[in-house]
């Protein structure tokens, strides 16, 4: 499998544009999570679906913030409208089962917004 | 879930053990001790977990004290492409749902020559 695949990998937008992430999970996984990584807040969890159903978005920041789940192979997590203080690497991870806490993870998106 | 402590930073040399030390003495009977590592750049990657017992796979062994209020990540023979920083998470599995990760600030292992 070619594991976790995210999209793009590096992202510059201007303040105020709508930013799309996208995210690809290992087939048949049914859990996906999103993450934020910066230097002053490390790793944090932004929401996570399970079966395609949003669990827990109590990491999401804001209402500029949104994420879907349309199917079990295709995740999205979107920003309109972008800030700076948006700048993050962006991080998909899959987990096989229920009940395992294994989580496996893309390669991240950088984002810039400048 | 049970809060983990983590030296700051490591250093170790290369074809040496690493020992990597974690405490979590608040961790209830249910929780499993669970380590990730990230290397620059790349997404965090899964090493071991374990509740009770003595773990290893082909990447490390997990040693957990009897009363399980700390453990230690070995890696026995660390390379430069260890160099990364290794996350400790306690965590109980949620019945019938996956359930999410808390990452704390890790320790930031170098691996040198």
């Known amino acids: 499998d070619a594991g976790v695949i995210q999209s793009p990998r590096h992202e510059v937008t201007e303040m105020g544009q709508e930013v799309t992430l996208r995210c690809k999970p290992i087939?048949?996984?049914?859990?996906l999570f999103w993450y934020r990584q910066t230097m002053m807040r490390g790793l944090e969890l932004l929401i996570y679906?399970?079966?395609?159903?949003?669990?827990?978005d109590s990491g999401m920041p804001e209402d500029r913030f949104s994420a879907k789940m349309p199917n079990a192979s295709f995740s999205t997590l979107k920003i309109q409208p972008s800030e700076p203080r948006d700048s993050a690497v962006y991080f998909c991870?899959?987990?096989?089962?229920?009940?395992?806490?294994?989580?496996?993870f893309g390669a991240g998106t950088r984002l810039s917004v400048l | 879930d049970a809060k983990t402590t983590q030296p700051t930073s490591m250093d170790c040399a290369e074809g040496r053990a690493a020992n990597l030390p974690c405490n979590h003495s608040?961790?209830?009977?249910?929780?499993?001790v669970y380590w990730y590592r990230q290397i620059h750049s790349q997404g965090p990657q899964y090493i071991i977990h374990?509740?009770?017992n003595n773990e290893t796979n082909e990447m490390a062994s997990l040693i957990i004290t009897e009363d399980r209020k700390s453990s230690t990540l070995i890696l026995p023979h660390a390379t430069l492409r260890d160099t990364a920083v290794y996350y400790c998470?306690?965590?109980?599995?949620?019945?019938?749902?996956?359930?999410?990760?808390?990452f704390g600030t890790g320790t930031r292992l170098q691996v040198t020559l």
């Open positions: 991870a899959s987990s096989p089962r229920q009940g395992a806490d294994i989580q496996y």
């Open positions: 087939s048949g996984h049914n859990s």
């Open positions: 608040t961790i209830s009977g249910n929780e499993y």
């Open positions: 998470i306690v965590r109980a599995p949620t019945a019938g749902t996956a359930s999410k990760l808390t």
């Open positions: 374990g509740l009770k």
């Open positions: 679906f399970n079966n395609n159903v949003p669990i827990d």
